[in-house]
């Protein structure tokens, strides 16, 4: 069962920060939250993950909130190639728990 | 080639017989995840490995299927007597430990015809 919230498409323009949030208001205190995302008929593909803090890595920062229930994956500045599904996932016990991510249209 | 590679990429197969998907890990990785995907939808959790402990499985994973990790390396995912619905994407995952990202292969493609 997913335990995150996600709008279900964004636009962005090319060039442009992405920001895509993700609620997760039941997170427990030991949680961590995974960002994923998935180019069409490829597998899901590992972007960044944190617990408390706000994490960076060369491919998107992921801010969370202070009470840990709501996060924003931050893609710098959104390339077409940047077009995919995202998830945004609370990892419960021992798997991942996928909702329906957010579809995300970088546009020209 | 190091990351977590699934054969065969595509399968078709008729139904009521059966099939088995083979994953290979990143080396090293003790924990290792099934997941079906079907069009539209995110990836579902089916079961997981602990080195060659089976330690979940999802009531998705019927009797029909049956999934295996002998040594702690690679696994196999059996289905028996495949059904129409049993048509999607099936992914292994990899990863190092409790709190490390899982990596994902390119998945098998399953249409029973």
């Known amino acids: ?108 | 080639d190091t990351g977590v590679s699934q054969d065969p990429r595509h399968k078709i197969t008729k139904r009521g017989q059966n099939v088995t998907f083979r994953c290979d890990p990143i080396s090293e990785h003790n924990r290792l995840y099934w997941y079906r995907q079907t069009l539209g939808q995110g990836p579902e959790f089916l079961t997981y490995f602990q080195n060659e402990a089976q330690l979940e499985k999802s009531r998705l994973l019927s009797d029909r299927f049956s999934a295996e990790r002998p040594k702690g390396s690679f696994s196999t995912l059996e289905i028996q007597r495949t059904e129409q619905g049993d048509s999607a994407m099936y992914l292994c995952a990899s990863s190092p430990g409790m709190t490390g990202g899982a990596f994902f292969g390119q998945g098998t493609r399953l249409t029973v015809v």
């Open chain 1, 1 to 108: 069962d997913a335990k995150t919230t996600q709008p279900p498409s964004m636009d962005c323009a090319e060039g442009r920060a992405a920001n895509l949030p993700c609620n997760h208001s039941t997170i427990s205190g030991n949680e961590y939250v995974y960002w994923y995302r998935q180019i069409h008929s490829q597998g899901p593909q590992y972007i960044i993950h944190g617990l408390k803090n706000n994490e960076t890595n060369e491919m998107a920062s992921l801010i969370i909130t202070e009470d840990r229930k709501s996060s924003t994956l931050i893609l710098p500045h959104a390339t077409l190639r940047d077009t995919a599904v995202y998830y945004c996932i609370v990892r419960g016990d021992n798997q991942f728990y996928f909702g329906t991510g957010t579809s995300l249209t970088v546009i020209p």
